[in-house]
């Protein structure tokens, strides 16, 4: 509160608080600042995630590239034909156990 001196017209503080009043203010400052510095508790939540593992779709017994005969080596026409026919048959069989793994991964 600020009150004037009638005599001289300048101002001066009439009373100061009391104590209990200092006292209740510095716990309502306290209190104050002691409520923004708290935050609340984290929400802990266990949750399951399914991700996919990549898994070989290729059987670990699958058969590796045959040995192909060579038709360069060949001799004559008629081996050149023999060692190509064979190697033909060869291939085929691959292809057709290689399709049949490719069908199984789709």
Known sequence: MIRFNKARNS???AALPSRFQ???LASCVALTLTACATTPEPIIRVEQVL???PV???PEDFPGAPEYP???QAQDRAEWLALTLSGDALR???LADAEAVIEGCR
Do not use: G, L, Q
């Open 51 to 53: 991700v996919p593992v």
């Open 70 to 72: 060579d038709p360069e």
């Open 11 to 13: 101002p001066f503080i």
């Open 56 to 58: 070989s779709c290729v």
């Open 22 to 24: 200092r006292a209740a």
């Open 92 to 94: 085929r069989d691959r």
